[in-house]
């Protein structure tokens, strides 16, 4: 069976999705002959995108049987393109390593939400901060709130840097208040306990544009890091169902499980910055959500 519609899709994963496809899918008719070479009926069989139809005498049956397979959106779909009911592909992306650009750190940094960076690790030390309530280490912890205080640790041993006391002539540490830290158990950088992610060195915006609302686009500074499906976590506050939406660009389907260089889509921000261009609205990378009807995950 010959149709144009299938070659625009790549070999390794050939499926109808009726509702993306320019073309109205759901209206034309698939016709399958009946084949009698003699008298008595010889079962046929028809292979179809890997399905196997047999055609008999009951050939109405048959017909309408192999129709209704033609016509589902889910014929060999590959794990990266729709996710199964189970969630699987946001799982995986919950369980990668997170990834944050500097502007996110920047945004916490409250007593009720406070992240910092020490050497490209970042720590949630909210509840260090409740628990230095009514101590002097209280303010000084949420004024390190949202910044890089990498400058206050040695480079190679990771702990908190040295100085001589102008007055004492005594090895004191930079960071004052240690002590009262320190009585808190084990320090945060020297476990995992607060540990929750890296801090980006290739930080880039993508604009993402739903195909049935395409004057609404989504601007998104991600990291390079980051897998589609971990960006599509970051999403989620704005559609609950993203990881049923099949991503886009340039016509190609994106690998949840890949970052967008492995998916052939190479950062370009220094290229940006070399001719002065902006790249967190019209130069950046547009990627199309196309809808399909797998809203089982929400």
């Not at 205080?149 to 005594?170: C, G, K, V, Y």
Request: glycine share 4%.
């Amino acid at each position: 069976m010959q149709d144009k519609t299938f070659d625009d899709y790549d070999k390794k994963a050939r499926f109808l999705l009726p509702e993306i496809d320019s073309s109205n899918q759901q209206k034309k008719k698939y016709q399958i002959k009946k084949i009698n070479n003699s008298s008595q009926p010889t079962p046929k069989k028809q292979f179809i995108f890997n399905h196997t139809i047999n055609i008999t005498e009951d050939g109405e049956k048959e017909q309408k049987s192999s129709s209704s397979i033609l016509n589902k959106s889910t014929l060999d779909i590959p794990k990266y393109c729709r996710p199964n009911v189970n969630n699987t592909l946001q799982e995986q992306a919950e369980s990668l390593l997170p990834f944050y650009t500097f502007n996110e750190l920047t945004r916490h940094n409250d007593s009720n939400d406070a992240w910092i960076c020490i050497f490209g690790h970042i720590y949630d030390i909210t509840s260090l901060i409740r628990k230095a309530q009514g101590t002097k280490l209280y303010q000084q912890l949420i004024s390190y709130g949202g910044q890089d205080i990498s400058f206050l640790f040695d480079e190679i041993t990771h702990e908190p840097r040295r100085r001589i006391h102008p007055q004492t002539f005594e090895s004191v540490s930079v960071i004052e208040n240690l002590s009262i830290l320190e009585s808190f158990g084990i320090p945060f950088w020297q476990t995992k306990d607060l540990f929750i992610g890296r801090l980006t060195e290739y930080p880039r915006y993508i604009r993402l544009i739903h195909n049935f609302s395409p004057d609404h686009p989504f601007i998104l500074e991600i990291a390079e890091e980051e897998t589609i499906g971990q960006i599509a976590i970051k999403f989620l506050k704005y559609n609950s169902h993203i990881f049923s939406y099949i991503w886009r660009y340039n016509q190609q389907i994106l690998d949840f499980n890949k970052t967008l260089t492995e998916n052939g889509i190479p950062n370009e921000e220094l290229f940006h910055d070399k001719h002065g261009w902006r790249s967190d609205n019209e130069n950046c990378l547009t990627i199309i959500l196309c809808y399909s009807d797998d809203l089982t995950i929400a």
